[in-house]
């Protein structure tokens, strides 16, 4: 909880200002004063106890957004970690690892004035995760300046790569900066899955109209856009685009928007699921005949909650619980933390905090000195090569980066790949790829109606 | 153009957001009219509705007018304590009204923030909403909409009518209208005005509250569910008058329909704008709102 | 002759170290009409706003009928049979003539008979208001208000009024018709303190004077000690 901070403090020089104005309120002042420190001392909740000295130890700065909107992602990836670096007891051979949270709070501002607070008081030797991409944007910069190495960035969106490949030298900290690759590796397979469809005959839309929606963020447009240009190719024709505010919960004047440019499919994404959840239920309520594309549904574990039998026949991607080690991994996380993980955040971060707990084992070795200075070595030299890759995960067969790819891992089948499911009474059924399907893409019954 | 079954479609997805807004706004005026205080802690009175709501609903299976119910009465009696533990203390060493407002702000902002990390320390970062209240769904016309909606739409059409009648007909009713219209003249003929403040801002809790926990299944229960309805609250209070209760319902749909309308024909990241275009517009016209022509805070008369 | 009101040596002020009253003595005998009087600023309406309680004493003592009352909650000043009727009318604007009248009978709201009782005596009293009853007290003209506010006063049957300025910005007849409502209340049996500019009316229809200089009393006497009232206001200037 460190999110308060930094506001509360600016609040205070506004107060000595009015003191001088009206010194007679100086009671008043001290009043409101003290509430104010006592928010304050909530709010910071421990943030000082934390701080410590570096001493053959190393310090993992792990990047999430653990208050504000997206607070539910953030608490799965912290959790992630903390298993993580637990089951190897905060150890990478004399050193000590200590895991501190820098919270983005879903804002840039806020993410570089933590981080910057991360590096300069606890002296962070290496940051990971995160999970929004105009987080990531700004905290490259950041990683330039205090030459910190940054791994497995949750953030998706193409603007990391094109800044990244603006000067590769100067972002080379985010050489493996992304563990989640630009939304259009992954959102052609739905494209593929609709057309598929289409050419064996088993779909016959009434009209190729697709409407693309999304929040309002790099994500959501990234998403809407690539998926956009790669259903214009498939010959569909794109009626609307509506990117909304994160929080939105009201979606009835887009329904009717919808119904009245009688589109067959709606395509988008959201990571607020009282929002997505919100969308899917109302689609249903106001009788939207399309097929529903929720790209992220299913990324928070309570989605089913929240959206119900609504969400029957939507279309998602969503990395399985498909190995035996994913499904220990769920069982434990769940007894830990009472709350049930989902794959794309939990099950991600897990994968990301073992790769990295892989390379700084790797910098132990090589050099004997694990600091930000050698772990960028070994980023460099060995995981943006693909020599150092990833087999071990619970979610993708192999975490691999190439020199063609970063900051993307490689997409591709026995890689980095995300199967198409489609809901049934809340579980997924693989529908796509091929090979790994567990059941036919269903018309959903409305649409025939 | 707009057909005339979209247009029906469009009316009632307003009329539906009018009755929130109508709601949450109620109680912002209110609080802002008797006791001078803008308060930014609105939100998360609503957002403790919600959780209220899905506790009873769900946790304790209680049937949902119930939880309804139960939102209401906790809310008030929530309103009630902080009333007591923040603003009377503060209220007691305040000589100068000048320097009420900015602290009082100070002050809600401060609760804001409190209750939103209280929260999120005792109920996590959890979603945790509903499904529905109720299945199921009318089809008129070819306009659907869902039980849920149709009855969260009541609900805010009766609490706010009752609510009015309140204030018009009872004696405890018109000594709040009082104390906002002249408190001076409150005190002069013996209203306390330490319980009337308490009464007030219970009752504006209540009625955020309820707005909470009726719309659960259109939002669920979250840490920081209260900033919306906290800026629309706040356009509808700014747009109407500051202070200026009765004509809330209109300001409401006003915005609301400016709301749906943006959303439909020019799309939904731009509804905000509209609203606040027009609120602008009509701040530069009309400073003191679109009815606002002599009801204002109490101390600024 | 029983004291209804004693003030001994009142200190009073906005701010801790400037006070307006410095030691103001003052009795007001039952039934009496007992004036104040003074030039601007001398602190008449101040010493009106602490026997109320709108301000508290920094030192001295206020009673009524022997109880003291320094520092009173406002509120609480009513029930003890105390209505102040500020210069600046204080009238619920926005509610009709009849409710002000009600939320004056605020502390007896228990008895709805005799709330209805008292409105109907104000109506005597005031025939014009019974005419005006369904209208919003803010469209009454000035003398009207000051009906209106007088009357909502009489709700709670008070034994004393403080009366700031009653007849501030009203045309010479209604001023006129003003002073002899006080008479009339005077001669109800009521006590009533009263503080006015128009000092030849008020040494007119008062029992006893109080003349106070920068916070501090300067003479008193009975009526008739003032009856040169030229004398005296020369005095003052």
Known sequence: ?449 | MISGQSLASLLLAAIVRAGLYTLTATGLSLIFGVMNVPNFAHGELYMIGAYIAVFSFAGLNLPPLVAILLAAILGFILGAIIEKSFFYPLRQRSKRRKIWIMNTFLVTVGLSLLLKNLIQAIAGTKYRGIDSYWQGGLKVAGISISVDRLVGVAIAAVVVLAFWLFLQKTTIGKAIRATAQDETGAKVVGIDLNNIHTLTFALSAMLASIAGASLLSLNPAYPTMGLMPLFSSWFVVILVGLGNIASIPVGALIISLIETFAAYSVGSGWQRLFSLALIIIILLFKPRGLFGSDVKGVWER | MIDLLKVEDLVVGYYEDINILQGVNLEAEKQDITAVLGPNGVGKSTLLKSICGFLTPNSGSISFKGDSISGIEPHKAISKGLVYLPQELTLFHRMTVRENLQLGGWTIRGDKELIEKRIEENFERFPILREKAGQHSGNLSGGQQRMVDLGRALMSNPEMLLVDEPTAGLAPNLAGEMYDRLISLSDEGRTILLVDQNIRKAIEISDYIYALELGKNKTQGPREEFADVKEVIKDWL
């Open chain 1, 1 to 449: 909880m460190i999110k308060e901070r930094d506001e509360t403090w600016r609040f205070l020089p506004e107060i000595y200002l009015i003191e001088e104005v009206y010194p007679l309120e100086r009671d008043t002042l001290q009043f409101s004063g003290l509430i104010f420190l006592l928010v304050l001392t909530i709010a910071l909740g421990g943030f000082f106890s934390e701080t410590a000295v570096a001493q053959d130890k190393v310090t993992v700065g792990v990047i999430g957004p653990f208050t504000g909107p997206n607070a539910r992602v953030g608490s799965e990836i912290w959790r992630s970690y903390k298993m993580a670096f637990n089951e190897i007891d905060n150890q990478i051979g004399d050193y000590k690892v200590e895991l501190v949270k820098i919270d983005s709070e879903s804002q840039p501002e806020k993410a570089t004035r933590n981080y910057t607070q991360a590096v300069t008081r606890k002296g962070v030797d290496v940051t990971t995760f995160n999970w929004h991409s105009s987080v990531s944007v700004a905290l490259m910069d950041m990683a330039a300046k205090y030459e910190i190495p940054h791994f497995f960035g949750g953030a998706a969106t193409q603007v990391i790569l094109d800044k990244y490949h603006e000067e590769p030298e100067k972002y080379q900290y985010y050489d493996s900066g992304k563990f989640w690759p630009t939304p259009r590796k992954l959102s052609i397979a739905y494209v593929t899955t609709l057309t598929e469809a289409v050419e064996v005959g088993d779909w016959d839309p009434e009209t190729k109209n697709v409407a693309i929606y999304g929040e309002n963020t790099d994500w959501g447009r990234s998403f809407g856009n690539s998926i956009a240009e790669q259903f214009e190719d498939a010959g569909w024709e794109v009626v609307s685009k509506d990117y909304f505010e994160m929080q939105k919960t009201k979606f009835y004047p887009l329904l009717q928007k919808w119904q009245d440019k009688k589109v067959s499919v709606i395509a988008g994404t959201s990571t607020v699921p009282a929002s997505f959840a919100a969308l899917v239920k109302q689609a249903r309520e106001v009788g939207l005949k399309s097929l529903v594309i929720a790209d992220g549904l299913g990324w928070m574990g309570e989605w089913y909650d929240l959206a119900g039998d609504a969400s029957d026949y939507v279309l998602d991607q969503i990395p399985q619980w498909a190995s035996q080690e994913a499904k220990q991994f769920r069982e434990r996380f769940e007894k830990e933390w009472d709350i049930e993980p989902s794959s794309s955040s939990s099950g991600l971060a897990y994968d990301g905090a073992n790769y990295l707990i892989k390379i700084l084992r790797k910098t132990n070795q090589l050099y004997g000195e694990v600091n930000s200075e050698n772990i960028q070595k070994v980023n460099h030299y060995l995981v943006r090569t693909g020599d150092l890759t990833f087999t071990e995960g619970i979610l993708m067969k192999e975490y691999k980066y190439t020199p063609e790819t970063v900051p993307d891992p490689k997409v591709a089948k026995d890689y980095y790949i995300y199967p198409v499911i489609q809901y049934h009474e809340g579980e997924g059924t693989v529908i796509w790829p091929q090979a790994w399907a567990e059941g036919e893409f269903e018309i959903p019954p409305y649409m025939e109606e």
